[in-house]
C-alpha cells in the first residue's frame, strides 16, 4: 500500500506500484524517491509516516515527516516552517551520529517535489522497540540495565551538547533499542531469552536517541530569553517548562527516565511537591547501589546548578573516563542540503529536423516509436528508445498538419494542406490509401478506439468520417462556421467533439450522425480536444491561453454543460494540443508560449512546467504507460521526457 502525502486528500491509500494518487492526482513519491506506507501518527504540528527508500536496492525503511501549515495564519506558519528547517539543520549533522537517525533529505513546500505546500523531512527508520514498549512488556529495569542505558546515552548527549543543541524531549518512548543481528542471538535458546538478551546490555544491543522535533540551537542569546515549554511535561525541568532550557535539562529528563524504568511507576507519582523532592526509591522492587541512586538523585535536582552540568560529569561519577566514546563530527551548519538531486520531468532526448517545424507528433501503441508529421511535407518515424530515425514517408504535396496511429499499429494516419489523407502501413512505411473528399487543408483527424473510424476536420469548416479499414467516406457533418481546428472521439466510440475557429465545441452523436450540443466559453479559437478515459471528461484548449475541463453526464441523455467544471489558467499564449494519459491522471498541454505545463485533471492543479524549447509548442503526447512524454516544436525538435 502507498499512501498519498497531499493532506488534502479524501482517499489516500494507493497500490504498491501506482506513481500517482488515483484520487487527488498528487506524485506518490517524495521527490521521485520516498514512498510513504502508512500513517503512523498525527498531531497539530503534522503527520509521521513509514516510508521505503526506492532509491535503495535493499528498499530500506524510513520515517517521513510532515509539517502542517493548513490551519495557521501566515505569522504562525512562517515559524512553525523556521522551526521545522532548523529540525532538518540540526538532523543533517547529528545525525552523523551512529546512535542518531541519519537525515535522508528535506523538501521545502514545492509541488516541484510533489510537496503540496507541506515542508517534509526523511530519516532513517530505526528497527526496534522503544524503552517505553520494553518497561510494558517485561517490567521493571534491573541496576545493570539503566547503568546500560546511561552508559550508551550519555556520550550521545554529550556529542548533541557539544554541538549547542538541546534534545527536549528525552522519554522512554525516543529511546529505542536496535537488536543485535540475528547471527549473534542464534546460539540462544528461545525468543524470550534472545529478547532479555539485548534488553539487558547484550553484546551487538544497541539505544538510539529520536525525534529531534523539540530539539533547540542555543546561543547566548537564546540561552537569556525565555522561550516556548516544549517536551513531555512529566521528564521536564522546571526550568525548561518556564520556556529556559539548558543541557542540564537533558540530564534531567534522562534521569527521570532511569527512574520510570527502575520503578515502573509514573513520574508524577514519584515526587512530593509539598516537600519538592523525589521518592522514587520508595517505589523500588528490587535493591539498587547507593551509587546508583546518588547519580540519579543528582541528575534531577531541581534547581540546575546543583546538579551535573555535563554528561561528562555523569560519566565519571560511573567511573567511565572523560574521553569515553567520544566522537568528532563536523560543526553544525546553519544551512541543510539535499543529498541527492531532486528528480522531476527532465528532457532524455532531442530529435532535431535540420530545416523543418513539426506540426504534429504521436506515440505508437506499444511506445515503442513515434511518429512526426512536418512542414517539409515528409513523416519521419523514430525509435525514440535507441534514438533513431526507422523511416522518412514522402507523398503529401505540402504541409503535413496531424498523424496518428491506429490501435493496433497497423495503420499509420496523416492529414495535410494538400486536402488530403494519407494512410501507410505502420511496420513497412508503404502507402496503402489515400482519402480525397475535402476542398480545403485538412487540419486534424482522430481514429476510434476500436479501429474502425477515422475522423477529419477542416479548414472548409466540415467534418469527414471515414470507414478506415474500407478506406470509405462514411459521411460528412456541417455545422460550425470556422476550420474545424480539432476532433477527438470517446473512448466508447459514440461521441465526437470538434473544436472550431468559430470559439465553438460541437458534441456529435457517432450512432446516428446528428449534432447533439454546442458549448461555448471560449473566447477564441479552439485548438485542441481530449476526452479521459471514461469519457464523462471533455478538456479543451484554446487560443483563448486557456483549458477548460468540461463535464459530461452521459446517462440516457446526454446533458451539456453551461460552465466548465475547471478553467486552468498559466500559458502566456494560445494552447495548442492537450493529451490526458490512459490513467486519466495526469493532462499534458503545450502552448505557443514555448512551455509544455502538466497538470492533475481533477483539481486543475499545476504540477510542472517544462521550458526547454525555443519556440511554439505544436504538440504534446503520452505514452500508453504513462511514464513517457513527446513534444514537438516549430523549432524544428521532438523532445523526449521521463521523469528522473
Not at 546490555?201 to 522561550?227: H, I, N, P, W
Not at 459514440?494 to 471560449?522: C, E, F, M, P, R
Not at 498541454?589 to 497538470?599: Q, R
Request: hydrophobic residues 40%; contains cysteine; charged residues 20%.
Amino acid at each position: 500500500m502507498t499512501y498519498c502525502l497531499n493532506p488534502k486528500c479524501q482517499n489516500p491509500q494507493n497500490p504498491n506500484q501506482a506513481r500517482f494518487c488515483a484520487y487527488c492526482g498528487h506524485r506518490l513519491r517524495l521527490g521521485g524517491r520516498f514512498r510513504a506506507l502508512r500513517l503512523i501518527s498525527i498531531g497539530g504540528m503534522g503527520r509521521t509516516f513509514l516510508g521505503v527508500d526506492e532509491a535503495d536496492d535493499s528498499k530500506t525503511k524510513c520515517i517521513i515527516k510532515q509539517l502542517s501549515l493548513q490551519n495557521q495564519d501566515t505569522n504562525n506558519a512562517q515559524k512553525a516552517a523556521e522551526s521545522f528547517r532548523q529540525e532538518a539543520t540540526r538532523l543533517q549533522v547529528l545525525g552523523q551520529h551512529p546512535q542518531i537517525p541519519e537525515l535522508l533529505a528535506y523538501f521545502e513546500a514545492d509541488h516541484q517535489l510533489g510537496i503540496p505546500g507541506e515542508p517534509a523531512l526523511v530519516h532513517k527508520y530505526i528497527e526496534g522497540e522503544s524503552l517505553a514498549t520494553e518497561l510494558e512488556t517485561e517490567g521493571t529495569f534491573r541496576e545493570n540495565q539503566v547503568r546500560q542505558v546511561l552508559i550508551e546515552l550519555l556520550p550521545v548527549l554529550r556529542f548533541i551538547h557539544s554541538h549547542q543543541v538541546i534534545h527536549r524531549d528525552i522519554n522512554p518512548h525516543n529511546i529505542i533499542r536496535r537488536p543485535p543481528p540475528e547471527s549473534s542471538l542464534s546460539k540462544l535458546p528461545t525468543r524470550k531469552t534472545r529478547k532479555r538478551f539485548y534488553s539487558w546490555g547484550g553484546r551487538g544491543s544497541e539505544l538510539f536517541l529520536v525525534d529531534f522535533s523539540a530539539a533547540k540551537l542555543t546561543t547566548k542569546t537564546v540561552l537569556a530569553r525565555t522561550g516556548t515549554m516544549i517536551g513531555s511535561a512529566a521528564y521536564t525541568a522546571s526550568e525548561q517548562l518556564m520556556g529556559k532550557a539548558i543541557a542540564t535539562s537533558d540530564l534531567y529528563s534522562l534521569g527521570v527516565t532511569c527512574i520510570h524504568l527502575l520503578t515502573n511507576v509514573h513520574p508524577f507519582d514519584m515526587f512530593n511537591s509539598l516537600e519538592g523532592k523525589w521518592v522514587w526509591v520508595d517505589y523500588l522492587r528490587q535493591p539498587v547501589s547507593e551509587q546508583l541512586i546518588r547519580i540519579l538523585n543528582k541528575m534531577v535536582e531541581n534547581l540546575p546548578d546543583q546538579r551535573y552540568q555535563s554528561a561528562i560529569q555523569v560519566l565519571a561519577a560511573l567511573g567511565l573516563p572523560e574521553d569515553f566514546a567520544a566522537i568528532p563530527v563536523t560543526s553544525l551548519s546553519t544551512t541543510v542540503t539535499p543529498k541527492f538531486d531532486t528528480p522531476t520531468w527532465k528532457c532524455v532526448h532531442t530529435f532535431s529536423e535540420e530545416s523543418s517545424g513539426i506540426n504534429s507528433i504521436a506515440f505508437s501503441p506499444n511506445g515503442q516509436t513515434i511518429v512526426s508529421g512536418s512542414t517539409d511535407k515528409t513523416i519521419t518515424i523514430f525509435n525514440w528508445q535507441a534514438k533513431t530515425v526507422v523511416a522518412k514517408l514522402s507523398g503529401h504535396l505540402n504541409v503535413i498538419e496531424a498523424v496518428g496511429f491506429s490501435p493496433d499499429g497497423e495503420i499509420i494516419a496523416s492529414s495535410s494542406w494538400d486536402h488530403t489523407i494519407k494512410l501507410w502501413h505502420g511496420y513497412t512505411g508503404n502507402l496503402i490509401h489515400t482519402l480525397c473528399g475535402h476542398s480545403a487543408w485538412v487540419k486534424c483527424l482522430a481514429i476510434s478506439h476500436n479501429g474502425q473510424l477515422i475522423a477529419s476536420g477542416s479548414a472548409d469548416q466540415t467534418i469527414k468520417l471515414w470507414m478506415l479499414k474500407k478506406a470509405s467516406l462514411q459521411t460528412t457533418l456541417f455545422g460550425h462556421l470556422g476550420t474545424v481546428n480539432t476532433v477527438a472521439i470517446s473512448k466508447d466510440g459514440q461521441l465526437l467533439a470538434s473544436g472550431s475557429a468559430d470559439k465553438t465545441i460541437k458534441l456529435w452523436n457517432l450512432v446516428t450522425g446528428k449534432l447533439a450540443a454546442t458549448i461555448t466559453g471560449h473566447s477564441a479559437s479552439v485548438e485542441s480536444l481530449t476526452f479521459s478515459p471514461s469519457g464523462q471528461i471533455l478538456i479543451s484548449g484554446s487560443a483563448d491561453k486557456t483549458i477548460k475541463i468540461w463535464l459530461l453526464k452521459r446517462d440516457r441523455y446526454l446533458q451539456i454543460p453551461k460552465k466548465p467544471l475547471l478553467t486552468l489558467t498559466g500559458h502566456g499564449n494560445a494552447v495548442k494540443s492537450i493529451a490526458i494519459s490512459p490513467q486519466g491522471n495526469t493532462l499534458i498541454s503545450g502552448s505557443a508560449d514555448k512551455t509544455v505545463k502538466i497538470w492533475h485533471p481533477g483539481s486543475g492543479e499545476l504540477l510542472y512546467t517544462l521550458t526547454d524549447h525555443l519556440s511554439a509548442v505544436t504538440t504534446v503526447a503520452i505514452s500508453h504507460d504513462g511514464a513517457t512524454i513527446a513534444s514537438s516544436s516549430q523549432d524544428n525538435t521532438i523532445k523526449i521526457w521521463q521523469f528522473e
